[in-house]
């Protein structure tokens, strides 16, 4: 589970003019200056350009509005690298009327940023993880997510056989082409779920960005999801690769079926035709039990066959309509008054 510490807050304070007159000794773990190199100097020299415009907005509601004003800025550190920071300024009085400082409260929210930022990027890769199954896995998707968040460029590759792999997508930020190649530091994660191994994640980065142990947890975590989606999709694509060759199989089965019960029903109809008046009353009955049964056949076929053309066909042990459950004609019922059938006889 992804944690974040809360910083403790720095404060200081500046005067009218807007120059540090005070300052916290903890100020130089956050911009890595030692107070006394503050003091004296105006506290926009410290900020970010473009963010100056807005810590004078907050001076100038502290001071002349004598209001509390809020304000999300980058700091620059010593080193040059900038830190996000939420500033809180408060005026300070003297007397009743006149407010002769103002104290900034600086609050260190990079950490906290980073780690909205991770959540952020878990829930849109699981929303493009977790798509429908007709639809095909966007991986590049995925890859684009994790930059810049987590690296500055991102490979996914997925397994194919034993011992290869095939390159399924990659991003590369803008600010890792200028880099060069031998310099990148490269972090390799394999995607595994349930001891199966479906390919490998892996994170660059430029050579002055490490990952902290935060990123990496959300990198296995990503590399998981992405190796679970991936076995959702294979066995998705294994059960319509059976279901498209059951389907040949029946289509193949029913046509040469329906072509044989046509014969035989042509044949026992004409045979039916062609027997003498007398010796049909006598014995036409299993002419006809064989042409009901025809049927019947000839209607399961053909449910066999809708169901290899997709659609929806009928339950192979659905009884027959109610007028079709036993053959019709005076045949029949002269063969059933002149020799009662056997219990284990079946009336197709």
């Known amino acids: 589970m992804m944690e974040w510490r809360r910083e403790r807050l720095i404060t200081v304070v500046i005067d009218r003019a807007g120059v540090i007159v005070d300052v916290d000794p903890g100020v130089i773990d956050v911009l890595m200056i030692p107070p006394g190199d503050l003091v004296g100097h105006p506290f926009v020299e410290y900020v970010d350009a473009p963010d100056r415009r807005r810590v004078k907005d907050c001076f100038e509601s502290c001071v002349g509005l004598r209001i509390h004003a809020i304000a999300e800025v980058q700091l620059v550190r010593r080193d040059g690298s ?8 408060y005026p300070k009085w003297e007397g009743a009327a006149n407010v002769i400082s103002c104290r900034i409260q600086i609050h260190d929210i990079s950490e906290l940023k980073r780690a909205q930022a991770r959540l952020s990027l878990v829930a849109e890769a ?18 684009a997510l994790l930059v810049p968040t987590l690296a500055d460029a991102c490979l996914i590759d997925v397994a ?108 026992t ?62 045949a029949v019922v002269s063969a059933l008054t002149e020799q009662p059938l056997k219990k284990s006889s079946a009336v197709f």
Request: charged share 25%; proline share 4%; aromatic share 2%.
């Open 160 to 267: 194919v056989g034993t011992d290869q792999l095939r390159r399924a997508a990659a991003f590369i930020g803008d600010e890792l082409r200028e880099v060069a190649a031998s310099t990148h530091n490269l972090v390799r994660l394999p995607m595994r779920v349930e001891s199966q191994t479906y390919g490998e994640l892996t994170l660059i980065c430029q050579p002055a960005r490490l990952l902290s142990e935060a990123d990496l947890d959300v990198a296995r975590d990503l590399a998981e999801r992405i190796a679970q989606a991936l076995q959702n999709s294979q066995a998705h694509e294994r059960s319509q690769r059976a279901l498209r060759e059951r389907d040949d199989g029946l289509a193949f089965v029913t046509h040469d079926m329906r072509n044989l019960l046509t014969v035989l029903f042509l044949d």
């Open 82 to 89: 900038l830190m996000l920071a939420q500033l809180a300024s």
């Open 269 to 330: 109809a004409e045979m039916l035709r062609a027997t003498p008046i007398p010796e049909r009353r006598r014995g036409s009955t299993r002419l006809d039990r064989i042409l009901y049964g025809i049927r019947s056949m000839r209607r399961m076929v053909d449910d066999l066959s809708d169901l290899s053309e997709g659609g929806h066909g009928m339950n192979m042990a659905m009884a027959l309509p109610a007028s079709s459950r036993t053959p019709s004609g005076a």
């Open 126 to 143: 699981s929303a493009i993880l977790g798509g429908p199954l007709t639809q095909p896995l966007r991986l590049d998707r995925v890859a």
